[in-house]
């Protein structure tokens, strides 16, 4: 069964400190894979997305992901963080079986420590 | 509107009281979800309708979860018989194209409390 995990519940940086969320997931083929940013009292914002071809991708507000087969991981990377990335993050893998279904991870809570 | 909305914002409801929960998509999106948020968890999906055609709905939990979208715009979750367990937040998003692999746009939620 398709899975997707964030090992890291809860993470602390500081301003202008860089970061990185981890994301593993668990699928038999090459799935398609999202991260999702939902701020506080407002709703899931789409970061960015791979499907297929550069395995480095860029999304809005400054955050990158790397897409590794080898590590089943899509990990979340961003240079320097500003107070207003505190959030939370979640990953999420489309299986290509489902035209319809994708599934998120539990999420991890980002805070950011002045 | 821009977004996607949702209505109520909250909703407190006794144990075996059926409600409603209601989701006014982005006008001319195709796709439209519903989401069922736990505390401290993702999104799960609930059902998937590809303009009034509810094509999959295998993320509902029990036969006590209806959803509907008669017309293609407006979708309406309905649970009946209200149990402590459906205390989430409900999430409905759309899509401008069909299926969930395009960025979906998310509403605010429903916050349902199940006394």
């Known amino acids: 069964a398709q899975s997707v995990t964030q090992p890291d519940i809860h993470i602390t940086v500081s301003e202008g400190a860089s970061l990185e969320l981890r994301c593993n997931y668990s699928y038999g083929a090459t799935p398609y894979l999202f991260w999702y940013v939902q701020s506080p009292g407002q709703g899931l914002q789409l970061l960015l997305k791979?499907?297929?071809?550069?395995?480095l991708v860029q999304g809005i507000k400054g955050f990158e992901a790397e897409f590794k087969r080898s590590q089943s991981s899509f990990n979340l990377r961003k240079p320097s963080v500003h107070w207003s990335d505190a959030a939370e993050y979640f990953c999420?893998?489309?299986?290509?079986?489902?035209?319809?279904?994708?599934?998120f991870g539990s999420g991890t809570r980002l805070s950011i420590r002045p | 509107g821009a977004g996607v909305s949702q209505s109520p914002r909250y909703k407190v409801a006794k144990r075996g009281q059926d409600v409603a929960l209601r989701c006014d998509p982005i006008s001319g999106h195709v796709s439209l979800f519903w989401y069922q948020q736990a505390l401290g968890q993702g999104p799960e999906f609930l059902t998937y309708?590809?303009?009034?055609?509810?094509?999959?709905k295998s993320g509902l939990p029990s036969d006590r979860f209806f959803a509907e979208r008669p017309e293609g715009s407006v979708s309406t979750l309905k649970i009946q018989r209200t149990q402590q367990e459906d205390s989430a937040v409900y999430l409905c998003?759309?899509?401008?194209?069909?299926?969930?692999?395009?960025?979906?746009?998310f509403g605010p939620g429903t916050r349902l409390t199940v006394l």
């Open positions: 791979y499907f297929s071809g550069d395995t």
């Open positions: 999420a893998v489309g299986p290509y079986s489902s035209a319809s279904k994708i599934i």
């Open positions: 309708f590809q303009n009034e055609a509810q094509l999959d």
């Open positions: 998003a759309s899509s401008f194209l069909a299926g969930g692999l395009n960025e979906q746009f």
